[in-house]
């Protein structure tokens, strides 16, 4: 096992993996920008190293400094969260390159799964569901020809990236030049990449997600489904688990086809396998994320695994023993609502002094938080300040405790999109289950 960690992140996923290095008796070192220097993690950290000014490629996309603080502080292992440099490649290469084990699958394996076009296509030789797509298009003439043939409406998405940057639905030819112009911009300013391809758009797609662990003893395990479909920008809001929308003997065979996958590809750690589910219930591979998604907790409280725990295992080289699919039995069922410094109306992000915060609690109810009362929101970075996680026996119960934490959840200082949520939790087809990525849309509270 490891002996000192460097948390390469910031935020309540940065507390997070601090946590499973105390249950795993590791020692921790956080670094942090300027304007991070009083934030949880690194108060909680055994060392901590500030590493920039407060621009994110300036401190947490600062590779040099990152590298020289883990040699610094003599850490032998990285563990990069999520967002930030956690499906780089070039950056797991260079721990690699510079003795440090990279806390997530090889860069080999990033560079297959993380970019879409090459995932699209060992999908396709995996034989898991796609919808009518293409390769890397060449300018809009390309897109324009290409669209006509899979059928509009289509939707243009960046190979190298997510989140909604870099991605265009298209419903007329008289659209597709322009639309493929904007999209490669935004892709090359958001991931260095300007590659953009096409698939068909789905009109009301609930969004699906497989969560797996690979070991390096050849072991996949996988976790269930979560519901990822309330969105807004293409931003995940409220995730579940497991979906609404699914049965046992589809859980069953989504997880023997991602297991195949995987196992072929020999990958090793964390990874969520991302699927779109049409009207009529059939399921189509998106992409896969290679590291440990902001909503695991959901996965964690109806398996009783500790996720982050398990993905340091595997990366120090254990043989994992889990339950995995059909020997799984999740229990109950839980919810996540993030809760960010925003409008909850525009969105627009609202940093400042959180005057006062008081957290809920309670049986069923955990909040994952990367901020406290006197802590100062930073403009620089992605506006979640924490999470709430609800369990209950059933979808109604679990819903029920949301409701309660959200209610009871004190942020003063500053607007957050707890109202937001609240709504959504009373809409009657959320609570009757039946969403879809466009509900948020429809929402009028």
């Known amino acids: 096992m490891f002996g000192k960690i460097l948390i390469a992140n910031r935020g309540e996923i940065a507390m997070r993996v601090l946590r499973a290095c105390r249950n795993l008796g590791i020692r921790a070192v956080a670094i942090h920008s300027d304007v991070d220097a009083t ?15 407060a621009d994110p490629r300036r401190s947490y996309l600062n590779i040099p400094q990152i590298i020289a603080a883990a040699e610094i502080t003599g850490a032998d292992a990285v563990h990069p969260g999520y967002g930030f440099l956690s499906e780089n490649a070039e950056f797991a290469e260079l721990c690699r390159r510079c003795g440090l084990n990279f806390i997530g699958p090889t860069p080999e394996a990033m560079r297959l799964w993380g970019d879409k076009v090459r995932a699209r296509e060992a999908a396709k030789r995996f034989g898991l569901p796609l919808l009518p797509g293409t390769t890397v298009l060449r300018d809009g003439d390309d897109a324009a020809t290409q669209a006509a043939l899979v059928g509009y409406p289509v939707i ?90 699914m049965t046992p003997d589809k859980r069953a065979e989504l997880s ?48 009783g695994i500790d996720l982050v725990e398990n993905q340091i295992r595997a990366a120090a080289g254990e043989a994992l023993t889990l339950p995995s699919g059909r020997a799984l039995g999740l229990r ?28 809920p609690g309670g049986g069923g109810v955990r909040v994952d938080s990367g901020v406290y009362g006197g802590f100062r929101v930073p403009n620089n970075y992605d506006p979640m300040l924490a999470k709430v996680i609800t369990h209950g ?40 289950g039946k969403m879809s990525t466009r509900t948020i849309e429809r929402l009028r509270f």
Not at 259 to 269: K, P
Not at 333 to 352: K, M, Q, S, Y
């Open 39 to 53: 934030a949880p993690h690194v108060r909680f950290a055994d060392e901590a190293v500030c590493v920039g000014p």
């Open 156 to 245: 243009l998405k960046a190979a190298g990236g997510g989140g909604g940057r870099g991605m265009r639905v298209v419903r007329e030819e008289s659209e597709i030049r322009r639309a493929f112009e904007m999209a490669t911009s935004e892709a090359q300013a958001g991931f260095k990449n300007p590659d953009v391809y096409l698939e068909k758009f789905v009109e009301e797609p609930r969004h699906i997600e497989l969560q797996v662990l690979g070991d390096s003893h050849g072991h996949i395990f996988t976790f269930g489904e979560r519901e990822c479909s309330l969105q807004r920008r293409h931003q995940k809001i409220i995730e579940e688990a497991p979906s609404p929308a």
């Open 332 to 359: 109950g069922h839980a919810l996540e609502c993030r809760i960010n410094a925003e409008d909850p109306r525009t969105f627009v992000p609202w940093p400042g002094l959180i005057t006062e915060y008081l957290p």
């Open 256 to 303: 023997a086809a991602c297991t195949r996958a995987l196992v072929e590809t020999g990958y090793t750690s964390l990874g969520t396998l991302e699927f779109l589910m049409d009207e009529r219930g059939n399921l189509y591979f998106m992409e896969m994320n290679t590291r440990v998604q902001v909503e695991h907790p959901v996965t964690e409280l109806v398996t």
């Open 393 to 432: 026996a059933t979808r109604a119960e679990a819903i029920a405790r949301m409701r309660t934490a959200l209610d009871e959840f004190i942020i003063g200082g500053i607007r957050t999109n707890i109202p937001l949520h609240q709504a959504l939790l009373r809409d009657p087809d959320v609570v009757a």
